[in-house]
């Protein structure tokens, strides 16, 4: 029978928390983020899976408008297991706080964040370009990643996190930066890396950080209004913030040279590919278009150069695509792959190479560059499907005479011993062990000791120590800006490398994105100098 609140008996107020968590603590696993919004106060930030260290955390945490695709391994979804939450005991002003065994660090509920990507001008301050050598290059300057705890590392140290999962740099390095005050838990500089994790604890690491270049070509409008904003992307150049890129990206350069912010991109293009690339400037436009996309009712059309006299008919490859490495971005031919669709007509013949017209009539990752592969008229600048990894036949026919695991070890090793790693969003950490350079023997000593060479007006050579003491941020401060010296950092490995620029040309993959049309709108951009008739190999 229902009771009325003035019948309501007052003992069975006093027994009602106490039965509440007995009754929560009886539930099922499948109900862990119900307790962990009752025990937090607030909502429970949702577990990511397998994000890329590399990859910036504002991308790889927030949900990018339509779906597009981010760099980093991507792999099935794991059951993830969570520590328990500790009960929660009332304090004498009524609140409630975490309560578990004596000296339990206290974690801070996790903050709410803004939806949807969106960089402003304290982002574009970070650090400036300079041009040289035909290419555009970033000064090196210092970020903070940021990342709320998964799910997995719940229960582990830091150490395991970082010696598992952050591979960018060597476990020494880690080791280095904690006693440098680099590495922060929850905004508190944290020395001991032998710290267990708990649920919602906040990470920030701040590290100097140095983009690779690309070419100095610049992005050329294409049309603007106020819906969508349309340029000709060039070649080297990735879309959005990835990997060891954030500057040297088309979003970053708009919003900093163009004035052009809060873009939402409308299709992807791989940072090697050049070509039409169209952003939306709303949220609702870009779900209209994505909407479009989704009904197939948005054609696609480009141009390459191949290898070798490319058939004068149409050509229509309907091979299946399977994906060996999201990480690498590898993929070949397959009948266990998803089922795709490519139309090719070859357009001009100098001699020695085609250019061939392509319509992707699917979406598959690296499609159009798989088909031709298969077809034994690779891309001929590919540095991934026109590579001695494949074998002799170079992957014509589907024929590889290797498995997946020695495909991947091979082409690796052929960009590891050309100091390429960067055309795959590589860094050296991402390699297997057998393939890795040997451990620098600068960070086995005190982060305190070592010094950097600088030339002063009247002596030649004079060495300057750099004093660590000043890499410690207190709460609030921005990423560097309690260091000395931007260009030159002591626990940075990239300031003690000396690494031979690429060419402009080395930059360029010979894939062109021509037109993008969809009810009511066309766009397309010049042709590119190598597509010409009389173009010729240098």
């Known amino acids: 029978m229902w009771l009325r609140a003035s019948v309501f008996p007052a003992s069975f107020a006093t027994v009602l928390p106490a039965l509440q968590r007995f009754v929560f603590a009886g539930l099922p696993s499948s109900f862990h983020g119900c307790r962990l919004m009752m025990a937090s106060g607030g909502y429970e930030v949702p577990d990511q899976k397998d994000r890329d260290p590399g990859c910036p955390v504002e991308l790889q945490e927030q949900e990018l408008k339509g779906g597009i695709e981010l760099c980093g391994e991507q792999q099935p979804p794991a059951r993830e297991e969570q520590a328990p939450v500790p009960a929660l005991?009332?304090?004498?002003?009524?609140?409630?706080?975490?309560?578990?065994?004596?000296?339990?660090?206290?974690?801070?509920p996790p903050k709410k964040r803004r939806a949807g990507v969106s960089f402003g001008d304290q982002h574009f301050a970070e650090t400036s370009y300079y041009f040289e050598g035909g290419l555009r290059k970033v000064r090196p300057y210092y970020f903070d990643f940021q990342t709320y705890c998964k799910g997995r590392w719940v229960g582990r140290s830091l150490l395991h996190v970082y010696s598992t999962e952050f591979r960018a740099h060597p476990l020494s390095y880690y080791e280095a930066a904690a006693k440098a005050g680099r590495l922060r838990l929850n905004e508190q500089p944290v020395r001991n890396l032998d710290v267990i994790l708990k649920d919602n604890d906040f990470l920030r690491n701040t590290v100097h950080r140095h983009e690779p270049p690309v070419t100095a070509e610049p992005i050329r409008l294409l049309a603007e209004d106020d819906e969508v904003v349309v340029v000709d992307k060039p070649s080297s150049m990735p879309v959005?913030?990835?990997?060891?890129?954030?500057?040297?990206?088309?979003?970053?350069?708009l919003g900093k040279e163009h004035q052009l912010k809060e873009l939402h991109p409308l299709h992807r293009l791989d940072r090697l590919t050049s070509g039409v690339l169209m952003f939306a400037k709303t949220a609702s436009v870009s779900e209209r278009i994505h909407e479009q996309v989704r009904d197939r009712q948005l054609e696609k059309e480009y141009v390459c150069r191949v290898e070798g006299e490319f058939p004068a008919e149409a050509v229509i490859c309907k091979e299946p695509i399977l994906v060996v490495s999201y990480k690498v971005g590898l993929c070949?031919?397959?009948?266990?792959?998803?089922?795709?669709?490519t139309v090719f007509q070859r357009l001009s013949y100098n001699g020695q190479s085609s250019v061939v017209h392509c319509r992707p009539l699917t979406g598959r990752t690296h499609q159009i560059r798989v088909h031709l592969q298969f077809l034994g008229h690779p891309i001929i600048n590919d540095p991934i499907y026109n590579t001695a990894a494949w074998g002799p036949a170079r992957g014509r026919g589907g024929h590889v005479p290797k498995t997946d695991d020695e495909l991947l070890q091979d082409l690796l090793e052929e960009h590891r011993a050309k100091?390429?790693?960067?055309?795959?969003?590589?860094?050296?950490?991402?390699?297997?062990?057998?393939?890795?350079?040997?451990?620098?023997?600068?960070?086995?000593?005190?982060?305190?000791?070592?010094?950097?060479?600088?030339?002063?007006?009247?002596?030649?050579?004079?060495?300057?120590?750099?004093?660590l003491d000043t890499a410690e941020l207190?709460?609030?401060?921005?990423?560097?800006?309690?260091?000395?010296?931007?260009?030159?950092?002591?626990?940075?490995?990239?300031?003690?490398?000396?690494?031979?620029?690429?060419?402009?040309?080395?930059?360029?993959?010979?894939?062109?994105?021509?037109?993008?049309?969809?009810?009511?709108?066309?766009?397309?951009?010049?042709?590119?100098?190598?597509?010409?008739?009389?173009?010729?190999e240098d």
């Open 89 to 108: 005991a009332p304090t004498s002003g009524g609140r409630k706080k975490r309560r578990g065994q004596g000296g339990e660090r206290f974690v801070p």
């Open 419 to 467: 100091q390429s790693l960067d055309v795959l969003d590589l860094f050296e950490g991402d390699l297997p062990p057998g393939l890795k350079a040997p451990a620098d023997p600068f960070f086995k000593q005190d982060f305190k000791e070592p010094s950097t060479t600088t030339r002063g007006p009247e002596e030649p050579n004079q060495t300057t120590s750099l004093d």
């Open 240 to 253: 959005h913030p990835c990997g060891r890129f954030r500057h040297n990206t088309v979003i970053f350069i």
């Open 332 to 341: 070949r031919v397959d009948p266990q792959g998803k089922p795709c669709e």
């Open 474 to 536: 207190t709460p609030g401060e921005t990423a560097g800006s309690g260091l000395k010296d931007k260009k030159m950092d002591p626990l940075c490995e990239e300031c003690r490398l000396v690494r031979q620029d690429p060419l402009p040309q080395e930059l360029v993959m010979y894939l062109h994105a021509l037109r993008y049309k969809g009810p009511g709108f066309e766009y397309s951009s010049p042709m590119p100098a190598w597509a010409q008739d009389d173009w010729k």
